[in-house]
């Protein structure tokens, strides 16, 4: 990808998102598709904790991350609840599992909008462990998950109750993470080429479902071995910039800095028609996934286009700018968020588009 009028994005993103309630629509489509329900824990809760400690990682460097602790009556109540919301995400309900189970750490973050707390559950029987996050429920984050669920690749599993927002953990490893250690590595099944493909594919599905914010430690990369050789995706695993910013060049991956490696590599790999082969068929591969889910899509974006979730300024802006980019005067009607959107997902109906962002 080809960015002779780079510039740094991380100069565009607002400083502190707003927060976008939940409205009765929203909650109805939720109730709909079994994504809201009855939680024993609210996020506030997890607020109580009596004191924390940063968390380094193994090199003894701040991960931005506080471990918390609470009172000992606290910590029976908040953990006991807690084992309850994750056999609620992962088991639907099933509470026989639950005793099989036990918290293991709570890690609180202060970086970022949606401050999580990353909860570690761990498995009595086997020490198998794993992680899910309770987060302050946003209508935006909301519908970035349902996007990425409908016309991604990939299932997203999450809960809603009132102002808590649950969400199980995406594997992977973290984009910054992965250009640190494997691109250094001497690897012959490292495959450039198909990591190359894959940031394509990932850029033009962020551009469709303008999802923003895609900095290499917004997004993971899970590994699957392959008869011969090894399968990449790339997974976004934070979703608090759905269609809020003004800049198109938000929503595509290949501005940011952070992802310059990255970029490099399509350089290096690819040409201009390999780039438009692929953003091609990422294309078409949503075009089928609105086809197989359009009934929900559907229920979806009518809720979306009359919700308000950004400001008039960067509604006005981002419907200016990709008015320019598609030469498509349809996106100047919009007045929200979500007709914008509306407007980018019918747009890649037209097979005479062509992508301009090589």
Known sequence: ?????????????????????????????????????????????????????PLLNQNGED?????????????????SALIKMYVILKAAGDQTIAAHLHIEQVDYCTFG?????????????????????VKISDASRIYGLELEHILSPN??????????????????????????????FADTAFNETRIAKEFVKFNERCFVKLLGDMRSYNFVIDITPDFDNIQYRIR??????????????????QFFKENLSYVKLCIK????????????????????????????????????VKDRISTDEKV?????????????PLFLKCKTMGQIVKVSLDIVFDTNVTSLHI
């Open 236 to 253: 976004a695993i934070d979703f608090d910039q759905q269609c809020y910013e003004g800049s198109k060049k938000m929503y595509l991956p």
């Open 155 to 184: 299932r997203i599993n999450y809960l809603v109750h009132n102002n808590t927002l649950i969400e199980e953990h995406i594997a992977g490893i973290p984009g910054d993470q992965f250009l640190e250690h494997q691109f250094s």
């Open 113 to 133: 909008n949606s401050n999580p707390f990353r909860i570690k559950i761990v498995n009595n029987f086997n020490d198998n462990y794993d992680y899910f996050y």
């Open 63 to 79: 991960t931005l991350w506080e471990s918390v602790y609470y009172t000992q009556m606290d910590m029976e109540e908040i953990h």
């Open 269 to 304: 790999r690819m040409s201009k028609e390999n780039v438009r082969q692929y953003q091609r068929e990422e294309r078409a591969l949503i075009v089928s996934r609105i086809r197989t889910s359009r009934h929900r899509l559907n229920d979806l974006v009518v809720v979306l």
């Open 316 to 328: 006005q802006q981002l419907r200016d700018d990709l008015a320019r980019h598609y030469q498509q």
């Open 1 to 53: 990808m080809h960015n002779t009028d780079k510039k740094n994005a991380q100069n565009i993103i607002s400083k502190k998102k707003n927060f976008y309630t939940v409205n009765s629509k929203l909650k109805a489509y939720l109730v709909d598709y079994q994504r809201y329900t009855d939680i024993p824990l609210e996020y506030e809760d997890l607020k109580r904790y009596h004191f924390s400690t």
